[in-house]
T-cell receptor, first 112, second 112 residues
Framework: NAGVTQTPKFRVLKTGQSMTLLCAQD?????MYWYRQDPGMGLRLIHY???????AKGEVPDGYNVSRLKKQNFLLGLESAAPSQTSVYFC???????????FGPGTRLTVL | GQQLNQSPQSMFIQEGEDVSMNCTSS?????WLWYKQEPGEGPVLLIA?????ELTSNGRLTAQFGITRKDSFLNISASIPSDVGIYFC????????????FGSGTKLNVKP
């Protein structure tokens, strides 16, 4: 099993550009999450999904959109990137009956 | 959102020493999770606690769920160089099981 994978690993964007980060999991988990991690801070929840076709806002959702068209994939979109969105983005997944989340390796995004 | 305060922020210790760190919250948590993150990787779950007063071990690691449900503690005994990393406490929100909050982390450095 690959677990949770994230694509791409690194990306540099200019202000105003758009992009999509892909998260895939092969553990048949119902729940998936997107977090951002900034220096000296813990992870903050952006959006999450409790099942295919459903999404919900987390702690810091502004400037991001998500979609969960397939159970194994969770996409995070930035429509118009801003320098404040420079961060490391982590995807995670879990079974619905467990709070234990499994994390991907992260995507380092820089917005110039 | 719910705040989790971790202390200390960083520690420099000698190999073989024991380590203690803690996490406090302004509100009640029903589950406490402890994660370790190594450079360039996503967090990995170490220990999960589900009941006030619970004491759980995972090898040299021991974690406790505080009686007040507003704190948790992690101890590492006889530290080794591979213990280096950032340790995060985390837990689901009191009113929304799907919204997870993370502490800002304790960075551990171990001198051989």
């Amino acid at each position: 099993n690959a677990g949770v994978t994230q694509t791409p690993k690194f990306r540099v964007l200019k202000t105003g550009q758009s992009m999509t980060l892909l998260c895939a999991q092969d553990m048949n988990h119902e729940y998936m999450y997107w977090y951002r991690q900034d220096p000296g801070m813990g992870l903050r929840l952006i959006h999450y999904s409790v099942g295919e076709g459903t999404t919900a806002k987390g702690e810091v959702p502004d400037g991001y959109n998500v979609s969960r068209l397939k159970k194994q994939n969770f996409l995070l979109g930035l429509e118009s990137a801003a320098p404040s969105q420079t961060s490391v983005y982590f995807c995670a997944s879990s079974y619905s009956v467990s709070p234990e989340q499994f994390f991907g390796p992260g995507t380092r995004l820089t917005v110039l | 959102g719910q705040q989790l305060n971790q202390s200390p922020q960083s520690m420099f210790i000698q190999e073989g020493e024991d380590v203690s760190m803690n996490c406090t919250s302004s509100s009640i948590f029903n589950t406490w999770l402890w994660y370790k993150q190594e450079p360039g990787e996503g967090p990995v779950l170490l220990i999960a606690l589900y009941k006030a007063g619970e004491l759980t071990s995972n090898g040299r690691l021991t974690a406790q769920f505080g009686i007040t449900r507003k704190d948790s503690f992690l101890n590492i005994s006889a530290s080794i160089p591979s213990d280096v990393g950032i340790y995060f406490c985390a837990g689901p929100g009191e009113y929304n099981f799907n919204k997870f909050y993370f502490g800002s982390g304790t960075k551990l450095n171990v001198k051989p």
